[in-house]
């Protein structure tokens, strides 16, 4: 009998143990790797600006969002979460708000807010046709503002401070050929050649970077071009055969790449005190696609939710449009990814899981200070 209650006491002893550390496992938590995410871009990263404009560029609507945590629409043009999500629970912040989605008072933007826009472009007008959007430089003063309410809330040193370690995002630019260039809107693409249009994007962004600098930002993520030659819509447009990619279209979003690329070293010598690193989103997307049985993707050129040949003639635009099973597509709609290419490409953006993508080092290294 005494054996009996002394194993008992035992196993009271190690079940309380063992609850306890649990409890404190659970308790104990890391403080983030920066205190904030800035998110400044187009459909690839809109979180739900779009929500609040008029526009047809809207993702509102089921079957939007229906993978997401919550399986309801957020605004994000995703069937789940969108990069930013993920890179967010990476540095140990919450989801990131929209900027028009909350109330604007600082304690609700001050682990980060994103300003993207679906629709939005380098240039003003791109995505006009589409109805309102927030174009790049109007972001960039969203974030003018928001910067000058934490100086206002918090006092100058603590607002450069929280800035300056803070990350921003940016991803922008594919607008500016899908709703600018290739609809050769005010006869551009007769007055620039490709090459000429790209650089002149490229200094545009530059520029941007640099007002960014000037606001204490040290911080920045800059993503190139998906290869939107491979997406449904141009598929169906350019009438492929077997679901090759337009080449034509592929190749500008390529020379984007490799302007914005030399373009961001050249920057990150001459602000020696900026972390600014790029991102190559073709490079890793071109792995998925040509890689896409190791990834477990089999619909590799059709999207999951659409019409018309490989389901890029019109959007999404009820749940019926859209595939039982988007984990196995690499396309949601006719020009945005699936959910679980969106986290491959983030874990690329953060340590290169998969493939590098980024140069001249990973947002982890950034966020760390990984020595060389």
């Known amino acids: 009998m005494g054996v009996n209650v002394i194993l008992n006491l035992l196993a009271m002893c190690t079940l309380f143990s063992s609850s306890f550390a649990s409890s404190l496992k659970s308790a104990i938590t890391f403080p983030p790797l920066a205190p904030a995410l800035f998110v400044i871009g187009d459909s690839s990263v809109d979180c739900g600006t779009n929500n609040f404009l008029g526009t047809f560029a809207r993702a509102n609507h089921l079957p939007y969002g229906r993978d997401f945590d919550t399986h309801q629409p957020t605004g994000r043009f995703s069937n789940g979460r969108i990069p930013v999500d993920y890179l967010a629970m990476r540095l140990g912040l919450p989801l990131v708000p929209s900027y028009l989605g ?32 927030i174009s790049f430089a109007q972001q960039i003063q969203q974030f003018t503002d928001t910067f000058q309410q934490f100086v206002i809330s918090m006092g100058e040193d603590a607002a450069t401070n929280l800035i300056s370690n803070s990350v921003f995002y940016i991803s922008i630019g594919i607008n500016d050929y899908i709703h600018y260039y290739l609809l050769n809107v005010s006869n551009v693409d007769n007055l620039y050649l490709p090459w000429s249009f790209n650089q002149f994007l490229a200094s545009s962004v530059r520029q941007e970077i640099k007002n960014l600098y000037n606001l204490n930002v040290r911080k920045v993520v800059v993503t190139g071009l998906a290869p939107i030659g491979c997406a449904p819509q141009y598929l169906w447009q350019y009438g492929s055969e077997n679901g090759e990619c337009v080449e034509q279209i ?29 991102c190559d989103v073709f490079e890793g997307s071109m792995d998925i696609l040509k890689n896409h049985q190791s990834y477990g993707f089999n619909v590799t050129n059709e999207a999951c939710c659409g019409f018309g040949n490989y389901k890029g003639w019109i959007m999404c635009l009820s749940p019926e449009m859209a595939c039982s099973n988007a984990s196995n597509h690499i396309w949601w709609d006719q020009f945005h990814p699936t959910d679980a290419v969106n986290e491959i490409l983030a874990d690329n953006i953060w ?22």
């Open 250 to 278: 592929n190749d500008m979003a390529t020379e984007f790449n490799y302007l914005m690329r030399y373009m961001v070293i050249k920057l990150g010598r001459e602000l020696s005190d900026a972390s600014i690193i790029f």
């Open 102 to 133: 909350q109330a604007g008072d600082v304690k609700d933007m001050i682990h980060g807010v994103n300003y993207a826009s679906a629709g939005a472009g380098i240039i003003f007008s791109s995505g006009s046709e589409l109805g309102q959007h």
């Open 351 to 372: 340590n290169g899981r998969h493939t590098k993508m980024c140069h001249p080092m990973n947002l982890e290294d950034m966020v760390i200070r990984k020595e060389k």
